[in-house]
C-alpha cells in the first residue's frame, strides 16, 4: 500500500492510498458510498469476490490498484482501479488505438482501467461519501491518478460503462468521452408480456409467441429464482453452464473461476436472480440457466448456457422470462448483457453508452482528441440505423442519444 499525503491550499489535507486489493478497504465504510448507486457491481462483496476467487489477479492481467482518498481515518471516497497489460474481458475494444500507438512507436501497455472487471454494465463512476464536495474530491483524485500514472509509466486512464452523469463531470476535467452502444429493455408502463408484445409488428409478435410455445412443447420447466429461494447446491451449476457458454462460442473468454459463483453464497445472493430450466418431474437437474442480478428498478443478463439445445431455449431464459419477471416485479431497466443481433429484434433497442479517455502522451492524446467527434458521429448513425429497423409499431419508443 503506497500513501502521499496531498495538502493543497484549497482543500482540507488528505491522505491518498493504492490499495493492492477490496480486502485492505473497510468493507461497510466502502458500501456506505456503494450502496445508494444504482449499479450494484461498485458493491464491496462482487469486487473482493472477483480477487478472492483468483478471478482477478496480476498473472491474468488485472493487478487491483484501488485509489482510495481519506480524513483523518475516514474513508471519504475510492475508485476501484486496475493496471492491465491487455485489453481482454473489457468489452470496449480498444485495439485499434493499440495498433495505432504501436505504428507510432508508443508503449500502450500497461494502461489504468477504471470498470468492474468482466462487466460491461453502464454505471463506472468514484465512490463519494455523502456530505463531500463531489468536484473538489473528483479533482484530487483525477489529479492523484495522473501523478500515478505519470510516476509508473502507464500510457492513459481509461473509465468504462461510466454512469452519464459521472460523464458529464469527469469530461470537464480533460477526459475525451467515446460513445458504443449496448442494447437495452426498459419498461414502457407495460401491465404484462402481452401488453409488452403490443409494441411490435404482427410478423414479430407472432415469431416470439411461437419462439415461446416451442420451449413449452419441449416440455420444458422454467422457473425463476430469486435470493433465498436459490438452492445451495444450484451455485457450482452457474459456473458449469458459464462455462459451457464460454467452450462453445467464446474461446479464451472465461474470466471467472467457479470459485466466484460459489462464493456468491451467502453474501451476495440477495442480488441475484437465476432463470432456471429443467425437465418436468426432474427440478434437481436443471439443463440451462441464466444469471442475472437485481439491484432496485435494475436488471443485468450476466451469463448464461445450456447443456442440451432445445430450439428458442436461449430467447426464452435469457429475454422473455427475465422481461416478463421484469414487469412483475417492477423492474425499468434490463441490461442483457453483451452481444446484440438477436436481442434488437426482441425487444432491445441500441442504447448509447460511454468510455472515457485520457492519454499521457502528447501525440496519442492529440489524435485522440482531433477525431474522437467523428468516432462518435459514426456510433450515433449506426445507433440510428439500427434502431429504424427494429420491428416495433410504436414509433413513439424513443432512444435517446
Not at 57 to 79: E, F, I, Y
Not at 107 to 131: D, N, S
Request: one cysteine or more; aromatic letters at 16%.
Amino acid at each position: 500500500m503506497k500513501e502521499q499525503i496531498l495538502a493543497q491550499k484549497q482543500y482540507p489535507y488528505y491522505t491518498i492510498r493504492w490499495c493492492e486489493k477490496m480486502a485492505d478497504i473497510p468493507q461497510s465504510a466502502w458500501n456506505a458510498m456503494a450502496l445508494p448507486l444504482k449499479t450494484p457491481f461498485l458493491e464491496w462483496e462482487w469486487l473482493h469476490n472477483l480477487e478472492t476467487s483468483g478471478s482477478v489477479k496480476p498473472r491474468a492481467g488485472w493487478q487491483s490498484c484501488h485509489l482510495t482518498v481519506w480524513r483523518d481515518n475516514n474513508l471519504v471516497a475510492g475508485a476501484p482501479l486496475y493496471i492491465k497489460g491487455h485489453s481482454y474481458g473489457e468489452f470496449v475494444f480498444d485495439h485499434q488505438w493499440a495498433d495505432l500507438a504501436y505504428r507510432l512507436g508508443i508503449q500502450y501497455y500497461p494502461k489504468l482501467l477504471g470498470m468492474t472487471p468482466f462487466t460491461p454494465a453502464v454505471g463506472y463512476r468514484f465512490l463519494i461519501a455523502e456530505g463531500e464536495n463531489e468536484l473538489q474530491i473528483t479533482e484530487l483524485m483525477v489529479n492523484a491518478i495522473d501523478h500515478f500514472c505519470i510516476n509508473n509509466k502507464l500510457s492513459g486512464c481509461n473509465f468504462l460503462f461510466v454512469d452519464p452523469q459521472w460523464k458529464e463531470l469527469i469530461s470537464q476535467l480533460g477526459y475525451s468521452a467515446w460513445m458504443h452502444h449496448s442494447y437495452i429493455w426498459s419498461d414502457q408502463n407495460f401491465h404484462n408480456f402481452e401488453d409488452f408484445l403490443k409494441i411490435f409488428k404482427s410478423n414479430q409478435r407472432k415469431n416470439i409467441k411461437r419462439e415461446r410455445k416451442v420451449v413449452e412443447k419441449a416440455g420444458l420447466i422454467l422457473k425463476t429464482l430469486v435470493g433465498d429461494e436459490i438452492p445451495h447446491y444450484l451455485y457450482p451449476y452457474i459456473y458449469r453452464f458459464y462455462s459451457s457458454t464460454c467452450d462453445k462460442f467464446y474461446w479464451g473468454s472465461k474470466y471467472l473461476t467457479k470459485k466466484f459463483f460459489e462464493q456468491l453464497y451467502p453474501n451476495y445472493s440477495h442480488r441475484l436472480m437465476l432463470a432456471v430450466v429443467h425437465r418436468e418431474n426432474d427440478d434437481h437437474h436443471p439443463v440451462a440457466m441464466s444469471f442475472c442480478v437485481r439491484k432496485g428498478e435494475n436488471l443485468y443478463g450476466r451469463y448464461w448456457g445450456c447443456l442440451e439445445e432445445y430450439d428458442s431455449l436461449h430467447f426464452e431464459t435469457c429475454y422473455y422470462k427475465p422481461i416478463e419477471w421484469a414487469i412483475a416485479h417492477g423492474v425499468k431497466m434490463y441490461d442483457p448483457g453483451a452481444g446484440g443481433s438477436h436481442k434488437r429484434r426482441r425487444g432491445f433497442p441500441a442504447t448509447p453508452n460511454y468510455s472515457l479517455h485520457r492519454f499521457y502522451h502528447p501525440r496519442m492524446n492529440t489524435i485522440l482528441n482531433h477525431y474522437i467527434d467523428e468516432i462518435n458521429m459514426a456510433t450515433e448513425e449506426e445507433i440510428r440505423a439500427i434502431n429504424e429497423d427494429l420491428p416495433f409499431n410504436k414509433k413513439e419508443i424513443k432512444i435517446e442519444i
